[in-house]
């Protein structure tokens, strides 16, 4: 049910032309991220649509992710980037999913539930190159192979890593990033795991550095229309500026104008009053606030990124602190404007077009955090799938 005229409307289109742009860049399939609900935009439409093109990796964090798709009815192999923690083996036994390992017990969990279902299963071996979050040192691998020798039912088939600093200024990270991993995957042929997947390719280093589009590429931010790069600055090179031209922003969110006044000069709005009107303004109440993920960092007031809208296809900023169920917006220069009227919060409307990384800069985060924070409480309505 859909009583509030709030929405976020996800163009499956543009995920799959976003998806084969990708994969076409990297030169190797691409495994489609769809982990956090794939960014906010819905994991399990997505990924349909994603199957229907041909899309044959995906990948989650949470051993849960992966049980929704496979529970609406993806085959396809699924990665579960972040492992599996006590009581998971079993799940991803019996659902087929594909762990990333990277602890002992992970190998002797996964193995005990592999032999009371009877069967093997498929495993990747992460690597902490330089991110230092989760992995193998470079240093224990030796040790970790030999632990896996010891465990034939998990069968180790890939290697991955992930980039700590692709996106990012000087590029000698990356590459020593890439020269471990290289080294590591000499270690496992030569220890005899053959490895038929090597990947360590982001969205940045699919773009940035050909010599991690190896076995996959692992697009996540890509696939859903942003570049992986700083918000408030240019593409960083040609090649990005190439791939910027090409993505298409997947997500619009939508809302329309519920309450519409004209106040006096000195009329103060919302909380606190720091927003005061300078003229006599038209004032509009649209019904989306912070609750539903619109970031409170947003609101017209001092030490806030004022944000803006778009109503009859002309800006229009936000007028006061954002509120949990509303927000206000100065439609003084749209004396058209009338209740029940489109307002965009994020998309195109006319002319004008407002992004995630617009947003991103304003309320200092990144376009990942815009795009995941939009709630649960906001419906989604897929087109062109």
């Known amino acids: 049910m859909n009583v509030r005229p709030t929405e976020a409307v996800i163009d499956l289109s ?44 995906f990948g989650v964090a949470l051993v849960e992710e992966g049980v929704q798709l496979r529970e609406a009815g993806l085959r396809a192999p699924i990665l579960v980037f972040g492992g599996a923690y006590a009581g998971g083996y079993d799940l991803l ?18 193995a005990a539930a592999a032999r009371a279902a009877g069967r093997t299963v498929a495993a990747h071996v992460k690597l902490d190159t330089g991110m ?11 040790r970790f192979l030999e632990l896996a020798r010891r465990h034939p039912e998990v069968r180790l088939e890939g290697l ?78 040609p090649a990005a500026a190439e791939v910027a031209a090409k993505l298409r922003p997947v997500l619009s969110w939508r809302s329309a104008i519920t309450h519409l006044k004209t106040v006096p000069a000195g009329t103060r709005i919302s909380y606190g009053g720091f927003w ?3 003229r006599e303004s038209r004032i509009a109440t649209v019904p989306v606030g912070y609750a539903d993920g619109y970031p409170r960092r947003l609101s017209g007031r001092p030490g806030f990124g004022r ?56 309320a200092g985060t990144i376009p990942y955090e815009v795009l995941c924070g939009v709630g649960a409480r906001v419906p989604r309505r897929y087109v062109g799938g």
Request: hydrophobic content about 45%.
């Open 14 to 57: 543009a995920v799959v032309s976003n998806w084969r742009l990708a994969s076409e860049l990297a030169g190797k399939p691409a495994i489609a991220v769809v982990k956090a609900n794939a960014y906010g935009h819905g994991a399990v439409p997505v990924a349909r649509a994603l199957a229907a093109a041909g899309c044959g990796f």
């Open 93 to 110: 036994v019996r659902h087929q999913l594909t762990p990333f390992v990277f602890r002992d017990e992970h190998l002797a969990d996964l």
């Open 132 to 142: 230092g979050r989760i992995g193998v040192v470079p240093a224990g691998l030796p």
């Open 160 to 237: 991955c890593t992930h980039f700590a600093s692709a996106d990012l200024e000087p590029r000698t990270v990356t590459h020593a990033q890439v020269e471990a991993f290289d080294a590591a995957a000499r270690t496992m042929l030569a220890g005899g795991f053959p490895l038929r997947f090597r990947h360590l390719a982001n969205s940045a280093g699919t773009i940035e550095y050909p010599d991690a589009r190896q076995d996959l590429a692992r697009p996540g931010i890509m696939l859903y229309g942003y570049l992986p790069f700083a918000p408030d600055a240019p593409p960083p090179t």
């Open 276 to 278: 005061t009107a300078e």
């Open 307 to 362: 944000a803006d809208a778009l109503v009859g296809g002309r800006r229009c900023a936000v007028a006061g602190t954002v509120c949990m169920d509303m927000i206000m917006l100065d439609v003084t220069a749209v004396p058209e404007a009338q209740v029940g009227d489109e307002v965009v919060l994020l998309g195109a409307q006319g002319a004008e077009r407002i992004g995630a990384d617009e947003l991103a800069t304003k």
